[in-house]
């Protein structure tokens, strides 16, 4: 059977609910977490088919934590959907930044959308890049 969890990553409650429930509802398993720390631990546990991954976040945040995953050998190939409050562009350039700063290349997240995501738009990317990374 197709692997159907996908893991959420975001620091508001509400966000975590709105989005856990949606994907319940449409027949995927949401597995919850509260920041990025959080998020790669259990991202190496369940080894998710997506990650809905939020960009700021306290203590580890969404950036620190998509460098982490399209790092680490075992997770860099599970498709990341960011969601965030800022601009994709912005979004882009700091990673640029860093890419430049720590002499590593990540690659840009299999798809960005800005909050408060549409639930068609959301699910319509999450089957994409679940598609894709099969």
Same mark, same amino acid.
């Given at each position: 059977? =197709?692997n159907?969890?996908?893991?959420?990553? %975001? %620091?508001?409650?509400?966000?975590?609910?709105?989005?856990?429930?949606?994907?319940?509802?449409? !027949?995927?398993? +949401? #597995?919850?977490?509260?920041? !990025? *720390?959080? !998020?790669?631990?259990? +991202?190496?546990?369940?080894?998710?088919a +997506?990650? #809905?991954? %939020?960009?700021?976040?306290?203590?580890?945040?969404? $950036?620190?934590?998509?460098?982490?995953?399209?790092? %680490?050998?075992?997770?860099?190939? #599970?498709?990341?959907i960011?969601?965030?409050? $800022?601009?994709?562009?912005?979004?882009?350039?700091?990673? =640029?930044?860093?890419?430049?700063?720590?002499?590593?290349?990540?690659?840009?997240?299999?798809a960005? $959308?800005?909050?408060?995501? *549409?639930? *068609?738009?959301l699910?319509?990317?999450?089957?994409?890049? $679940?598609?894709?990374?099969?």
């Open positions: 059977m =197709q159907r969890k996908v893991l959420v990553v %975001d %620091d508001e409650m509400d966000m975590r609910i709105f989005i856990s429930t949606l994907l319940e509802t449409s !027949g995927y398993k +949401a #597995i919850i977490a509260n920041n !990025g *720390e959080e !998020g790669v631990q259990k +991202a190496r546990k369940h080894k998710p +997506a990650i #809905i991954l %939020d960009v700021l976040m306290p203590k580890s945040g969404g $950036i620190q934590m998509y460098r982490e995953v399209k790092t %680490d050998e075992n997770l860099k190939n #599970i498709p990341v960011m969601i965030s409050a $800022i601009a994709k562009k912005t979004f882009l350039h700091s990673m =640029q930044m860093l890419n430049s700063y720590r002499g590593q290349t990540v690659p840009e997240p299999e960005y $959308i800005e909050k408060p995501p *549409e639930s *068609e738009e699910l319509e990317t999450l089957k994409k890049c $679940i598609g894709s990374a099969q």
